[in-house]
């Protein structure tokens, strides 16, 4: 069974800096990779994914992530944070086959971002 | 192209009541996830549905719940006899087909409370 850990359960930063939010997962075959946002109240909003291909992936508002197969990570990164940026960010991972379908997410990373 | 839509956007219910829980997917989808948000925890999924077919509910508690995605119409999650511990939010997510790694769109999310 695919499983997501996301090490950090808050990280602050302050505005201009940058970020790098953490996620680790563990599948036996090559996963699909999402990270999504929500802001309080909301929704899941999809920043980028992974699914094949280049594993350097681009997604909305110039987040980034990037895909290690050797360290079963997918970690998502900002070079500059903006204030609108805070939100709690979740890794998940999608399976095939018979699994198709089930997204298991991690635990979320609430991000604080001071002036 | 509207989104996913949720409603209620807020439910309130006593113990021993029941609470539904409807889910409109985007227009062209015909998959549609459902997932529940305790508080302070990520995203569990509970069961995917195609139109008059239950594809998933490994994620489904044994009893109370149940989903249905009808020809017209919909989506519904439905809980009898409510308890406190199924205060929580409950996201639906859709998607146009089951290609691995599609992206699945989220709706706002039904808050549950009970008291």
């Known amino acids: 069974a695919q499983s997501v850990t996301q090490p950090d359960i808050h990280i602050t930063v302050s505005e201009g800096a940058s970020l790098e939010l953490r996620c680790n997962y563990s599948y036996g075959a090559t996963p699909y990779l999402f990270w999504y946002v929500q802001s309080p109240g909301q929704g899941l909003q999809l920043l980028l994914k992974?699914?094949?291909?280049?594993?350097l992936v681009q997604g909305i508002k110039g987040f980034e992530a990037e895909f290690k197969r050797s360290q079963s990570s997918f970690n998502l990164r900002k070079p500059s944070v903006h204030w609108s940026d805070a939100a709690e960010y979740f890794c998940a991972v999608g399976a095939g086959g018979t699994s198709y379908g089930k997204l298991t997410f991690g635990q979320g990373t609430i991000l604080t971002v001071h002036p | 192209n509207a989104g996913v839509m949720q409603n209620p956007r807020h439910l309130v219910r006593r113990r021993g009541q029941e609470a539904r829980l409807r889910c409109s997917p985007m227009k062209g989808h015909s998959h549609v996830y459902w997932y529940r948000q305790l508080p302070e925890e990520g995203l569990k999924f509970m069961v995917y549905?195609?139109?008059?077919?239950?594809?998933?509910e490994s994620g489904m508690p044994k009893e109370r719940f149940s989903a249905e995605f009808p020809k017209e119409g919909p989506s519904i999650l439905r809980i009898q006899q409510v308890v406190r511990g199924d205060s929580a939010a409950y996201f639906c997510?859709?998607?146009?087909?089951?290609?691995?790694?599609?992206?699945?769109?989220f709706g706002p999310g039904t808050r549950l409370l009970v008291l």
């Open positions: 549905l195609q139109k008059e077919n239950i594809i998933d």
């Open positions: 992974y699914f094949s291909g280049d594993t």
């Open positions: 997510a859709s998607s146009p087909s089951k290609q691995g790694g599609e992206t699945q769109y």
